[in-house]
C-alpha cells in the first residue's frame, strides 16, 4: 500500500498520483484492480449513490457504512474518508471523536475535511498528532453550497485567490499531508502547486496539480444526469446498464428468458416416475 511520505516523493519526481472516489465493494475493488494511486470515499456519495441534492444530509453513519465496504473491496489501496457535513464543526472533542469512530470503523488510512478556518488548522493539526493523516479540500467546498452560491468555479478575483493561496499555505503548516483543489482556474492551481511541498490533487483544476481527482460515476455516467464541464467521460456504462435491463424484462415478458441453458433439467426417468 502507498503512503503519505510516497505520495510526497511521487510529487518531487512529477510522478502523477490518481485519485477516484468509491463508495461500495465493487467500485473500491475495480478502483484497486486499475491500480489507483488512492482511493477517496467522497461524501459526494450522497449524491450519485443516495440520491440527495446536496452533500449536506450526509451522516458520520453514511460515512461509516460505505467506507467499511469500500475497505472490503479494496484492502490494499490508501483510502481517504470525507468528514461529512457538520461532523467537524460544533466542537474539537466531538470532531476528534468523529474522526476516532470513522478511522476505526473504516479502518481507512486517512481524512478528508473541507476549509481552512482557524479550527479547521488546528484540528488537522490534532489529527496529525494523533497519528491520522489529513487531505485539505479548498476551493469549491461543496459542504458551504449555500453560502457560496452554487456550484462554481473559486478564486477567480484577486482577493479569493490570493486567499486560496494564503489558504493552501496553511493547510500545509498544519500538517495536512495533501490538498484537493476543487474548480480553480488552471493557472492559479499551478500556482499553488508549486508553492506546496505536499501533493495538491485537482478536480476541475488543469492539469499541472500534482494529482487528479474524478467521481466514480461522473467517470463512467452511471446513473447520473448532470455532467460538470471538467469532467471526462471515459465509458458511458449507464446507458449500457439500462440497454441491458430492458433487454432482461423483454425477454422475461416474451417468455425468452429463462430458455433451456438456463434452466435445471431433471432425469427423464424420474420426470416419467413422478408423472411431471
Ligand atoms: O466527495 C467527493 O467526491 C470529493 C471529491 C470531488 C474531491 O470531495
Ligand atoms: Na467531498
Redesign the pocket.
Known amino acids: 500500500m502507498k503512503n503519505t511520505f510516497l505520495f510526497q516523493k511521487m510529487k518531487q519526481e512529477k510522478e502523477k498520483i490518481t485519485m477516484v472516489t468509491a463508495y461500495d465493494f465493487p467500485s473500491a475493488k475495480i478502483a484497486e484492480e486499475a491500480k489507483i494511486d488512492m482511493i477517496l470515499v467522497?461524501?459526494?456519495l450522497g449524491m450519485v449513490v443516495l440520491g440527495y441534492d446536496s452533500?449536506i444530509e450526509v451522516t458520520v453513519d453514511d460515512m461509516i457504512h460505505h467506507g467499511k465496504s469500500v475497505t472490503r473491496g479494496a484492502p490494499n489501496t490508501f483510502k481517504i474518508v470525507?468528514m461529512p457535513f457538520m461532523s467537524y464543526h460544533l466542537s474539537l472533542e466531538k470532531a476528534m471523536e468523529n474522526a476516532q469512530k470513522i478511522i476505526q470503523q473504516t479502518n481507512a488510512q486517512a481524512l478528508?475535511v473541507e476549509g481552512a478556518t482557524k479550527e479547521i488548522l488546528y484540528l488537522i493539526q490534532r489529527l496529525t498528532d494523533a497519528g491520522v493523516p489529513v487531505v485539505g479540500?479548498i476551493g469549491l467546498t461543496?459542504q458551504s453550497v449555500h453560502v457560496l452560491g452554487g456550484y462554481r468555479v473559486q478564486g477567480k478575483n484577486k482577493q479569493a485567490a490570493e486567499k486560496l493561496i494564503t489558504d493552501a499555505k496553511h493547510l500545509e503548516e498544519s500538517g495536512a499531508f495533501s490538498v484537493v483543489l476543487e474548480c480553480v482556474p488552471d493557472q492559479l492551481a499551478k500556482y499553488i502547486s508549486k508553492q506546496l511541498t505536499i501533493p495538491t490533487i485537482g478536480i476541475g483544476a488543469g492539469r499541472d496539480c500534482d494529482g487528479q481527482v474524478l467521481v466514480y460515476h461522473d467517470i463512467l455516467q452511471y446513473g447520473v444526469d448532470y455532467k460538470p464541464s471538467f469532467v471526462k467521460v471515459y465509458q458511458e456504462i449507464g446507458s449500457d446498464i439500462k440497454k441491458a435491463i430492458q433487454q432482461y424484462h423483454y425477454e422475461v415478458k416474451n417468455k425468452e428468458f429463462p430458455s433451456s441453458s438456463y434452466t435445471f433439467a431433471m432425469d427423464k426417468d424420474l420426470v416419467n416416475e413422478l408423472n411431471l
Open positions: 467522497g461524501d459526494s452533500t470525507d478528508k479540500h461543496p
